[in-house]
């Protein structure tokens, strides 16, 4: 993950203050996987001992882009193609004997795993490899194109209504889009594709949706920002909104963990164990559908009793989930529990119970337990 630039301005700008998400030059010789990417059984419960690949991103792009450096073009945008490389490389190391390929990614990178699975899949298919099956896990980078709460112009990556900032994209990175998903919509409208309940159901590989209720990186583009004055009522509708519509588009998906959050990215961070909704952790989610899934190609049985994963928390708030990471005050770097939190947000609690027809008290115990 790490966001994106669609023009020569703003790749310019990151060019200058990013340089790690623009060029591999500067990258370090090892880095210590953390989360997902752990080799620690405590931290990593189901996956510790797999073969880990890590791709980090340079190609601002989305992991889409297929174009080179040219006389017009300073930059080159080769995301797609990164991907393709490092797959026929894998080949060669060990990839060629395997049972399951896990493409995973947050933020831009789970977007990335949106718009590439198929791909790598009917890569490996056409590289003779049928028997490997492919899947995906995409962390945070199922986005919706609602319309912002105040529209601004699109100056720079974060003012810039996302699909604006997809349309212009596309264009400069020479952005490869999946065929089934292209298939859907009309010549200039491939930017549809980059958003997840859009191209889902046009993929053939299964994929698990793991998304922030209320993501941080979707209210910065929806110009709601939370820096430490009370939020107005306007905002708090919306906020809300955004998580009803959120849970809307995952209502079909099969496999989703969804907690009513405000946080951004979770399978690289070390808290990825306690983050739970309904009771279940998200390794524990993850492994009920890698199970499902080894025996649903035996027999197309029902789903396992017990391994639940649709997960989606139905409570209507941000941290209505007791098992939300931490927040801190953003000027005070103080811990904030769940009703502080609400303070803080402007949160009115006898107006809320009213609307709920509770008891302020009531109100205020259902909150701190989370309920």
């Not at 989360?35 to 189901?46: A, D, K, V």
């Not at 529209?151 to 990556?157: E, G, H, N, P, S």
């Amino acid at each position: 993950g790490g966001w994106y630039c669609f023009n020569r301005e703003n790749c310019d700008t990151r060019y200058g203050t990013m340089r790690r998400l623009m060029s591999s030059r500067e990258w370090p010789a090892t880095r210590v996987g953390t989360g997902i990417l752990s080799s620690q059984p405590e931290e990593n419960p189901h996956w510790w001992n797999a073969n880990m690949v890590f791709i980090p991103y340079c190609s601002s792009d989305v992991w889409s882009g297929a174009s080179s450096k040219s006389e017009k073009n300073e930059y080159a945008f080769m995301g797609a193609l990164i991907i393709q490389e490092v797959i026929k490389e894998l080949v060669g190391k060990g990839l060629s004997t395997a049972k399951v390929l896990l493409l995973a990614g947050s933020s831009a990178g789970g977007t990335g795993v949106l718009l590439n699975v198929d791909r790598v899949a009917e890569q490996l298919e056409e590289m003779g490899y049928q028997g490997i099956q492919v899947r995906g896990l995409a962390d945070s980078g199922w986005f919706l194109d609602n319309k912002q709460y105040r529209r601004t112009d699109c100056i720079d990556t974060i003012t810039c209504a996302p699909t604006e900032a997809i349309r212009r994209g596309i264009r400069y990175w020479n952005g490869i889009v999946p065929e089934r998903c292209k298939l859907q919509f009309k010549e200039g409208e491939e930017w549809n594709c980059f958003f997840g309940y859009k191209i889902y159901p046009t993929l053939r590989c299964p994929v698990f949706v793991v998304q922030w209720l209320f993501d941080e990186a979707q209210l910065t583009v929806d110009n709601v920002h939370l820096t430490g004055q009370p939020v107005q009522e306007g905002q708090w509708l919306y906020i809300q909104n955004l998580g009803r519509e959120l849970r809307n588009t995952l209502k079909d998906v099969t496999a989703s963990f969804a907690p009513a959050c405000l946080s951004h990215e979770i399978i690289t961070r070390n808290h990825w164990t306690d983050i739970q909704v309904k009771g279940t952790s998200l390794p524990r989610a993850l492994h009920c559908w890698d199970r499902s899934l080894h025996e649903s190609n035996k027999n197309g049985k029902a789903p396992l009793k017990g391994c639940p994963i649709h997960l989606i928390d139905s409570c209507p708030w941000p941290h209505c989930n007791p098992s939300c990471p931490t927040i801190r005050d953003q000027f005070t770097g103080q811990e904030m529990n769940v009703i502080q939190f609400l303070m803080h947000m402007g949160f009115d609690v006898q107006k809320m119970a009213q609307q709920q027809g509770l008891e302020p008290s009531k109100l205020l115990g259902m909150l701190s337990s989370g309920n």
